[in-house]
């Protein structure tokens, strides 16, 4: 084994010291370009690096530092004074405890909502006659408050009041990539080419009050409640976005 001693210190090869410290030998590199834990003493000859035995107890604390989630960073401002250990750990220790706050909050989120899902049920209805200004557009769903604002536009212009919440009709779902995306806002109005006549006599509605970003929850348990009981829709869906936030979703059964 090449060792070798400096006065009473024992001193080991790179090599030697990671194995008796139990770490890489590309950790030691880090460590050393980081000046985190620098070799005592390097044979220009033959380019060996030697560590002493007291880095054996620098070595340990690091890996113990490390462990708990310090950066070598961090590491680095305990070892050179600039900070101390019990500062670091306790900010670790509040950064922890807050994410784990996060954890416990989005597994109750997650436990509520498992709870609501189970207790609805879609019922059967019709989807309401109603006049609509309307666009079509194959868009990003995201972009859905803009065709609003410019049925709301319209409808301004054009004389008409609004009567009833806005929706929108996925209609050619089976088609994959082609299917139609058309935004509609419920009118009174007196006539004209601009509007169309939505009704569906026959549908699976469920009144989903969890908020619009959770929308795609309620598709589910209609989906499912399809599947389980044989049920096969018309390839046309509804979402209507009400004022306190619920989704009214609409799926038109075939005759």
Request: hydrophobic share 30%.
């Amino acid at each position: 084994m090449d060792t070798k001693r400096e006065g009473e210190q024992q001193m080991y090869t790179r090599g030697q010291f990671a194995i008796i410290g139990k770490i890489g030998r590309k950790a030691l590199r880090v460590y050393d370009e980081e000046g985190l834990l620098v070799p005592v003493y390097i044979n220009r000859e033959n380019g060996y690096h030697y560590y002493d035995e007291k880095q054996l107890t620098d070595l340990e604390k690091i890996k113990r530092l490390r462990k708990i989630g310090l950066s070598i960073y961090e590491i680095k401002q305990i070892l050179t004074g600039k900070t101390t250990e019990k500062e670091l750990v306790d900010c670790k220790i509040k950064e922890i405890d807050s994410y784990l706050q996060e954890v416990r909050e989005l597994a109750k989120e997650e436990e509520k909502e498992e709870e609501i899902s189970q207790s609805i049920t879609p019922d059967r209805c019709s989807f309401e006659r109603c006049t609509c200004l309307y666009t079509d557009e194959n868009m990003e769903k995201e972009n859905l408050g803009i065709s609003v604002g410019k049925l709301y536009e319209k409808a301004a212009r054009e004389g008409m009041v609004p009567a009833g919440s806005h929706f929108v009709i996925y209609a050619d779902l089976s088609k994959e990539e082609d299917f139609r995306m058309r935004t509609c806002l419920p009118v009174k109005h007196n006539g004209g080419n601009d509007v169309i006549e939505v009704y569906e006599e026959k549908c699976l509605h469920i009144h989903f009050t969890e908020g619009f970003s959770k929308v795609g929850r309620a598709h589910i348990l209609i989906k499912e409640y399809m599947d389980a009981n044989k049920i096969e829709y018309a390839d046309r869906v509804y979402e209507v976005y009400n004022n306190d936030m619920s989704v009214d979703v609409y799926y038109a059964l075939k005759a």
